[in-house]
């Protein structure tokens, strides 16, 4: 059975940059703070990612990726069964929970690069708090309402992007 037009190619990218955005710190440039050296910055940002990872719904997050592709479907006259439902999810679960943590857990060498240490102790003291867990537990449920509006731009935008991008590269 071929895919439905609402799983075209771009909306598959699209998922997986929000996700990287999503993972990805914001952050400025770490010779900010130079003379406190990539060591430090590097402990800090593993005990932060340990502890973040470890309180982190990794299930969640890895719903937050299929269920507006779900929605999609749905909203597009595809039915689908709970059964159904329920092996996309075990599919799902099993092909990227391990590896989500396992690409969450390498945060740590990028904030050490691109965060000064200044920064990486506010972040892992804002984690320390109950607002900060709070963040964090909540932010599957961030991804996963902003997913479809993040797929639906990057669909529009990919009818101008792809020729011109063709055009560059020949």
């Known amino acids: 059975m071929p895919l439905p037009a609402c799983l075209t190619r771009a909306r598959l990218t699209a998922s997986a940059a929000a996700l990287a955005l999503v ?5 400025a440039p770490a010779d900010a703070d130079t003379d406190t050296g990539r060591e430090a910055r590097l402990t800090v940002a593993e005990a932060y990612v340990t502890a973040m990872v470890a309180d982190f719904d990794m299930d969640a997050m890895v719903r937050s990726m299929y269920r507006p592709m779900l929605a999609q479907l749905r909203a597009a ?3 689908i069964s709970d059964a159904q439902e329920a092996e996309i999810e075990a599919l799902y679960l099993s092909e990227f929970r391990e590896p989500m943590r396992e690409l969450m857990l390498a945060q740590d060498k990028i904030m050490a690069d691109t965060l000064t240490l200044s920064e990486i102790e506010a972040l892992y003291a804002f984690y320390n708090t109950p607002a900060g ?3 964090m537990q909540k ?5 996963e309402a902003q997913m479809p509006a993040t797929m639906a731009l990057v669909e529009t935008r990919m009818e101008v992007i792809l020729p011109r991008l063709m055009e560059i590269i020949d």
């Not at 993972?23 to 952050?27: F, G, S, T």
């Not at 932010?139 to 991804?143: A, F």
Request: glycine share 6%; no cysteine.
């Open 77 to 79: 006259g595809q039915e």
């Open 139 to 143: 932010l599957p449920q961030i991804v």
């Open 23 to 27: 993972l990805a710190p914001l952050a």
């Open 133 to 135: 867990r709070n963040v």
